[in-house]
């Protein structure tokens, strides 16, 4: 016996050995389709539900920002509208109180800075610091090289940061 009629015994007589078997495993079950099919849809369904959500929480917090904004401002401008009306009353003012009328009106203007966390910051006869400060002149003087010796425009900080810098000279030495 060759191995081709053995063969042919073994998977029974005149059968090609891919009969009923694999035509049923080659279709899909109709039931485990289906539930792919829901499995599918449903997880469509969240992942879109998600962007949405998503797109509406970007756009409440960029509206959130915005107010944020708008409501820091406006508080800030009512503080510099009360300086403003100090300078109306110092103009109506006669000449002789003038000036202490603006001396006051610079310790207002000062304080709300103060408490809106904006403050100056000292350059003179300090070590001139880039950070800080902006060279526009080097002038001799008898001060060390790298001193401030004057300042033209005087620089701010709003909490930690730098919001103008200093316009100062800077000593060159002799």
């Not at 059968?15 to 079950?29: E, R």
């Not at 449903?42 to 929480?57: G, M």
């Not at 944020?68 to 403003?84: G, M, Q």
């Not at 110092?90 to 800075?113: C, F, M, P, T, Y």
């Given at each position: 016996?060759?191995?081709?009629?053995?063969?042919?015994?073994?998977?029974?007589?005149?059968?090609?050995?891919?009969?009923?078997?694999?035509?049923?495993?080659?279709?899909?079950?109709?039931?485990?389709?289906?539930?792919?099919k829901?499995?599918?849809a449903?997880?469509?369904?969240?992942?879109?539900?998600?962007?949405?959500?998503?797109?509406?929480?970007k756009?409440?917090?960029?509206?959130?920002?915005?107010?944020?904004?708008?409501?820091?401002?406006?508080?800030?401008?009512?503080?510099?509208?009360?300086?403003?009306?100090?300078?109306?009353?110092?103009?109506?003012?006669?000449?002789?109180?003038?000036?202490?009328?603006?001396?006051?009106?610079?310790?207002?203007?000062?304080?709300?800075?103060?408490?809106?966390?904006?403050?100056?910051?000292?350059?003179?006869?300090?070590?001139?610091?880039?950070?800080?400060?902006?060279?526009?002149?080097?002038?001799?003087?008898?001060?060390?090289?790298?001193?401030?010796?004057?300042?033209?425009?005087?620089?701010?900080?709003?909490?930690?940061?730098?919001?103008?810098?200093?316009?100062?000279?800077?000593?060159?030495?002799?």
């Open positions: 016996m060759n191995d081709a009629e053995r063969s042919e015994e073994q998977t029974g007589e005149g059968c090609t050995g891919i009969s009923d078997t694999a035509t049923l495993s080659s279709q899909p079950d109709s039931t485990a389709l289906d539930e792919q829901k499995a599918i449903e997880l469509n369904d969240r992942y879109l539900r998600l962007a949405a959500d998503f797109e509406n929480f756009k409440r917090t960029a509206r959130d920002r915005e107010t944020i904004s708008n409501l820091a401002n406006e508080r800030f401008a009512v503080d510099i509208i009360e300086v403003l009306d100090n300078f109306e009353r110092a103009i109506k003012a006669d000449d002789a109180h003038l000036r202490e009328g603006i001396v006051q009106i610079q310790h207002l203007l000062n304080s709300q800075l103060q408490r809106h966390g904006i403050t100056s910051l000292d350059a003179l006869k300090k070590q001139f610091n880039p950070a800080e400060h902006e060279a526009i002149a080097h002038v001799p003087s008898d001060e060390k090289e790298g001193i401030v010796i004057d300042e033209v425009a005087r620089g701010y900080r709003m909490h930690d940061k730098v919001i103008r810098h200093a316009k100062v000279a800077v000593s060159k030495g002799r």
